[in-house]
């Protein structure tokens, strides 16, 4: 079979976005009925694709997409300009990696999206008016516009069944993240002036749903009621958002630049290290699609302090991560949490096998063979149709 998975994204560092689409890449070369995957990404992207799926295949055809970085630019290209691309480079199915606007009669073949969350109206703040607007308009076309649709989750599958019952939801498949265990022996240390000092991690963009400013006020008051080492610093890796300047200015007004640590675009081997060197790993969401860090931190056996949500909970189960009530979430109860799990021993990772790259590549295989079939139904039930109108004399 051969696979399009189109990526194209603005930011030139991997989101979580990004990083799903070179992780379904990577499954799905673990199959030998795929003839080929081509990832279509951006220019300034190509190199961090590149590194990120790091896998030498004569199969994976990786397309650098000259695009520019805005919204409408984007748009424009998924409507437009990605049909002819799939056609030439003769796809079977199509995948996009999030939803954009989908011109579906335009295609020869299948369409996928994956849903990722329903941030736009779960969390407005994350888009700010009127762009959540704009968003919301996107999200439904291209769901409509799709064969099939593959949520990360029970908890976005469930959110899809809230929002739209009948046809839509229908079409809807449960296909988690594909997350595997590190096999590599040592990370790559992204902290040059570390001195083994204690640290606390925390991996989320500059968004509103990740909560950054109470990890931030959590942060500084173990530091002042001197109930963790005063050396101890807390690590943010995360690319820019709207919470970016509110997230500099609590940093500069509390004292805490010498205790905070912001980084972003770094390497698969130092992500790995930041895991295996942290004391915890902090996730106190509002909301979440998925978790991918909170996934990577389980199986690099780290201690985990999230919010007690769907998300969350479909990854830990009840004993994996130490989880923080929603109604509670305040500095006070974050903080608590912190000291409570610091006195317990680093866990044994778990296995998590429904995550692993098999299991999501024989699911997404599934699903394609099945919208494959669908299509191929449909044909023939058209053709049917148009050659007995024909037989009778009135044509479609």
Known sequence: MNIVI?????????????????NVARCLLTRS???????????????????????????????????????????????????AIAAQLEADV???????????????????????????????????FPKVLFNRLVLWQCLRAADAIACVSDSTLRQLGNKAAGPLFEKAVRIYNSVEPSTSLCGQNPLPQWKRSPFFLCVAQHRRNKNLLLTLQSFRRLLSEKKIHPATLLVIVGIDGPETPQIHRFISTAGLSESVVLLSGIREAEMLWCYRNCELLLAPSLVEGFGLPVAEALLAGCRVV?????????????EGCHYVPLTSSTEEALAEAICTVLSQPRPTPPSLPQLSAPVIAAEYMRLYRQVLLQQTSSSRRLHTTRRTAIQKGHPS
């Open 6 to 22: 189109a990526a194209v994204s603005a930011s030139v560092q991997l989101s979580g976005v990004s990083r799903h689409a070179a």
């Open 33 to 83: 009925d795929v003839t080929a995957v081509h990832l279509l990404v951006a220019q300034r992207q190509y190199e961090s694709f590149c590194e990120a799926i790091s896998r030498l295949d004569a199969r994976l055809h990786i397309h650098s997409i000259s695009i520019g970085s805005g919204t409408l630019a984007r748009n424009v290209w998924h409507y437009t300009d990605l049909p």
């Open 94 to 128: 199509v995948h996009l990696s999030y939803p954009m606007p989908l011109r579906a009669g335009a295609f020869h073949c299948p369409t996928i999206v994956t849903l990722h969350d329903l941030y736009p109206y779960d969390i407005p703040e994350n888009f700010g």
């Open 306 to 318: 999230c919010s007690d949500i769907p998300a969350f909970r479909e990854l830990g189960g009840n």
